[in-house]
């Protein structure tokens, strides 16, 4: 809602590798508990440019972020290490901001009805059934398009870190012009097929994967046809502005995930911390 205005970057590339943020620059932090240098890093490059600091964190985060201008909560510090809840009310809140900040009481308006939609999202499926049927596949894939290209990074992300399996998330485009000339039979992939730019790109995305042989998986609109003509299987999420889809969209990969780990018998919560070769292997990670 700001236009060119607004970047997204990781902490690391903003502190390493953009140039000088002059005083009218804002900087937005999104960090679950407030304690990664590269999280603390930018909000401190942020406060000696002269710049606007405000971070998004969850409750009992860290001291580090208290040199922040403003601080936006989320929720109480998870205890398991994915952040799933946490994440969901960060995109939320800066929903929030943006929608403040643009004037926008479009947004406004339906941002205050995801709460009702997650409630009724949540009782749709039987989501371990869902996961008990694709739980045997060889590579996992996420797709989207515009703001949910994002929620197909994260959903992989998910499923490296909770499920432990190969996951890989891309931009739909990004997708047709390489990476699915490695989808085989043995693999699934999730399309978020939401109205939008990327819907059409979705629907080759899903022709092309359907002829090699792969199952489909398509987050879609309610009343979607063309998509469930070519899906294995459909979840349908209500009807929001697509800036605000990706809130939705999310959750059903989240729970997916979790209960993809209990059919593998996989702690979703630890990262493998608790097993003794990925467990010196975090030791020797710094973040």
């Known amino acids: 809602r700001l236009g060119h205005r607004v970047r997204a970057f990781h902490s690391f590339e903003l502190v390493g590798y953009w140039p000088a ?19 603390l890093d930018a909000l401190a490059r942020a406060k000696a440019e002269g710049g606007v600091a405000v971070v998004i964190t969850g409750k009992g985060s860290g001291d580090g972020l208290a040199i922040a201008d403003q601080t936006l909560r989320t929720v109480d510090q998870e205890s398991s290490a994915a952040h799933t809840i946490s994440y969901t009310c ?21 941002l205050d009805q995801i709460p009702d939609h997650l409630a009724a999202l949540l009782g749709q499926k039987s989501w371990a059934e869902l996961a008990a049927r694709f739980a045997e596949r060889h590579r996992y894939y996420f797709i989207g398009g515009g703001p949910n290209t994002a929620t197909a990074y994260e959903a992989a992300l998910k499923m ?4 432990h399996a190969t996951a890989l998330g891309f931009n739909c485009e990004q997708f047709l012009h390489g990476p699915w ?7 699934v992939v999730f399309l978020v097929a939401l109205p939008g730019r990327g819907y059409e790109r979705c629907l080759t995305a899903a022709r092309a994967a359907r002829e090699i042989g792969a199952a489909v998986v398509a987050i879609v609109a309610d009343g979607d046809r063309e ?50 070769d990925h467990g010196r292997a975090r030791a020797l990670i710094a973040l």
């Open 160 to 163: 490296n870190e909770a499920s």
């Open 227 to 276: 998509m469930a003509s070519l899906a294995t299987e459909t979840i349908v999420v209500p009807a929001v502005p697509e800036l605000l889809s990706p809130i939705l969209a999310i959750v059903p990969l989240q729970l997916f995930t979790y209960y993809l780990a209990v059919q593998r018998g996989v702690n979703p919560d630890t990262m493998r911390a608790d097993q003794p």
């Open 21 to 39: 943020l002059g005083p009218k620059t804002g900087v937005v932090v999104v960090s679950h508990r407030g304690t990664k240098r590269y999280s």
């Open 90 to 110: 960060a995109m939320a809140l800066l929903a929030a901001l943006a929608a403040d900040m643009g004037g926008d009481d479009a947004i406004r308006r339906a």
């Open 181 to 187: 000339s490695a989808v085989d039979r043995a693999d």
